[in-house]
Each structure stands twice: as C-alpha cells, then as structure tokens.
C-alpha cells in the first residue's frame, strides 16, 4: 500500500504552442506536470509527532502538579490515548495541507507555462489555470494526507488493541515512509544510471 500510494500520481497534460521562428517550428509538444498523492513525503509525520512531544516537555521542566500538568500528564504523553492519537491525526492532516502550499505555487507554475506558450486542454491560460491546479491539488491532498495518518497510527493501534508496548515494537509508521521512501529513490537512482551508460554507449 505504501509503495502504491507513494507512486501515485496525477498526471495534468500541457499542450505547447507551436511558433514559427524563420524558417524553423518551435514548441507543438504535449508533456505533463505529475502532482503526487503524497506530496509532502514523510514530513507532516515528523512535524506533528514534534509538536505533541512539545507539551510533555512543558511539564517535565516545570515540574508542576497544577490541573493542566496532571491532564497533558495522562492523556498527552501516551502514544495508545485516544486523545493523543486524535491529535496526532489531525496534526498530520493539517500539516501535509499546510507543506502542499508552501512548496508547490499554482500561480507560480500557471505563469510560468504561460511564458512559454503551455496551455491545459480546455483550461485558459492564467489565473483559470492557477485555480485549476489549486483545485486539482486540494483534490488528491486529501486521500495523501488520510493516507499519511492511517499509515503513522497503525502501529499505535495495534499496540494497543494487542496490549504491547512501544518499546517492543520495532516498525513505526514513520519508519516505514522513510524505509518505502528511500527504496524506491534508490531504485530511481539506479535506473538514470543504466540509463545513462546505454545513451552513452549507443552514440558512440
């Protein structure tokens, strides 16, 4: 499932204006910008999983017994709380929204293939695109953050629906989106090269 998910990806077609410089033809080609499934990778994990180790740190160094102490104490220190997995859920949700927006720019990406005479089939160029982009990520952002949730809870589920401990178990969610990640880019990696000895070896 991770590997599935990790792969996918929706493909937007961009046609490109042919011009004419002379007597030669430019542009005419038709590619297509992949927007991931999972466009954020592992990091709303990380982030959220930082975030509520924040609280537990307040009382450990404050040291106090007051209400709010006790309360962070029993329901924000334990991975197997329904409180606790409640809001590491909707911290990873909100931060792979949050990762989706600072790093990829609709507007950006809309006015840049309008400099060079890119256009979607059926979409006019410009602002239209830049919301159609926008419209298009927000679409398959949802099911990659759902994703990134359920994969980084299971274990804490399983644990405690098996009444295990933490300590004992040896995969986390997280451990897996790094392993699934870095297997797949070495893969990646090892295909440009083949790649690039055969084209070498072809032109010679």
């Known amino acids: 499932l991770v590997v599935f998910v990790e792969q996918a990806q929706r493909r937007i077609p961009v046609q490109y204006a042919k011009r004419m410089i002379g007597r030669r033809s430019y542009g ?100 239209p695109t830049a919301e159609y982009l926008s419209y298009v990520l927000n679409r398959i952002t949802w099911p990659g953050a759902l994703y990134l949730g359920l994969i980084a809870l299971v274990p804490t589920v399983a644990i405690a629906i098996f009444n295990g401990s933490n300590g004992n178990f040896p995969l986390g969610g997280t451990s897996i989106l790094i392993i699934v990640g870095v297997g797949l880019e070495t893969v990646k990696q090892i295909e440009s090269q083949l790649q690039q000895r055969n084209y070498e070896g072809f032109l010679r």
Not at 32 to 61: D, E, M, T
Not at 95 to 123: C, H, Q
Request: glycine share 8%; aromatic share 16%.
């Open 28 to 127: 005419g080609t038709s590619t297509y910008i992949p927007l991931k499934v999972n466009q954020a990778g592992v990091i709303p994990v990380i982030f959220a999983s930082s975030l509520l180790y924040i609280p537990a740190l307040i009382v450990q160094f404050s040291g106090s017994t007051a209400g709010w102490a006790q309360w962070i104490s029993r329901n924000m220190t334990k991975g197997d709380h329904p409180i606790y997995m409640a809001a590491y859920f909707l911290l990873i949700v909100f931060f792979a929204f949050f990762y989706v927006a600072i790093s990829f720019n609709p507007e950006e990406v809309s006015d840049n293939m309008k400099k060079y005479g890119g256009f979607i089939p059926g979409i006019r160029a410009g602002r």
